[in-house]
């Protein structure tokens, strides 16, 4: 996928002129800070059914981009269109149920879920915030998505802490599949586990994509995870939107100096 075909992709997030600005703190000695402008307008379009990797070094702003487009962090100025439609124009209900399309994979499975509750608790949890299906579905609908990311049925009675990390990974997945999502946002979604793993969580995300339909931005700093993975690159650098290309050509001709560093950096 090129980043000129939008003519032939149907577009369903798109952002413009995006910004975060965070208030700088201030210290005993300082009575001013400056802030800080995590994301600094960026403007990009992410197709039906792609991934979109968005890569770059820690604190570049791309956990900041991730959480604006799902409004889960609201911008200090811009714009996001998700499925036709604004996304800051909405609140309340038909906000929740836009939520109910758009969901995220964190980067850390364990502090990501609640250690007090089961797995079956834990991937059954939106069912039941959103009210949807009576009990016997709910509980149908949870051992679906066991099975779905390759848990075995007998560890919906365990704990996080009784888990793998590729296991804990795979019920994070489970839950944001619940709600039958169209996009999700895989923030650093193997970073935190073993070699070994990675490729497991990756190969599940690519096969899940295929049967489901699904339009990922998967979050990465690690290129080599991206060759893998991306239908198209794009590289943040100190809150800027420095490159965008397809996986291809990006890896074949990066333009940007940044992203060359970043290509240079791989072992």
Same mark, same amino acid.
């Given at each position: 996928m090129t980043p000129d075909a939008k003519d032939e992709h149907e577009i369903l997030v798109s952002a413009r002129d995006l910004t975060k600005v965070f208030g700088g703190r201030r210290g005993a000695f300082s009575r001013h800070a400056a802030d800080v402008r995590a994301v600094d307008g960026v403007s990009l379009d992410i197709y039906r059914g792609e991934t979109l990797a968005l890569v770059g070094e820690s604190g570049s702003g791309k956990s900041t981009l991730g959480r604006m487009l799902l409004r889960l962090i609201e911008p200090s100025s811009g714009d996001v269109v998700? $499925? #036709?439609? $604004?996304?800051?124009? =909405? &609140? %309340?209900?038909?906000? *929740?149920?836009? *939520?109910?399309?758009?969901?995220?994979?964190?980067? $850390?499975?364990?502090?990501s879920l609640n250690p007090t509750m089961t797995v079956r608790s834990i991937v059954r949890e939106p069912l039941t915030i959103h009210r949807l299906g009576t009990d016997t579905e709910r509980d149908e609908r949870t051992a679906e998505l066991l099975r779905l990311v390759g848990l075995k049925t007998e560890l919906a009675g365990r704990y996080p802490h009784e888990l793998s990390g590729g296991e804990r990974q795979r019920v994070g997945i489970a839950r944001a599949l619940a709600l039958d999502p169209d996009f999700l946002v895989a923030d650093?979604?193997?970073?935190? /586990?073993? =070699?070994? =793993?990675? !490729?497991?969580?990756? &190969?599940?995300? /690519?096969?899940?994509?295929? $049967? /489901? #339909?699904?339009?990922?931005?998967?979050i990465a700093h690690d290129l080599r995870v991206v060759e893998h993975v991306a239908d198209r690159v794009a590289v943040m650098y100190? %809150?800027? /939107? =420095?490159?965008?290309?397809? *996986?291809?050509?990006?890896? !074949?001709?990066?333009?940007h100096e940044h992203t060359r560093e970043l290509l240079a950096s791989i072992p």
């Open positions: 998700f $499925d #036709g439609v $604004d996304l800051m124009s =909405v &609140n %309340g209900e038909p906000l *929740r149920k836009l *939520r109910r399309r758009m969901q995220i994979i964190f980067q $850390d499975p364990f502090s650093e979604p193997v970073t935190a /586990l073993d =070699v070994s =793993v990675q !490729a497991q969580i990756l &190969n599940l995300l /690519l096969s899940l994509q295929e $049967d /489901l #339909g699904l339009t990922y931005l998967f100190r %809150g800027k /939107l =420095v490159e965008l290309q397809s *996986r291809i050509e990006l890896f !074949a001709k990066p333009q």
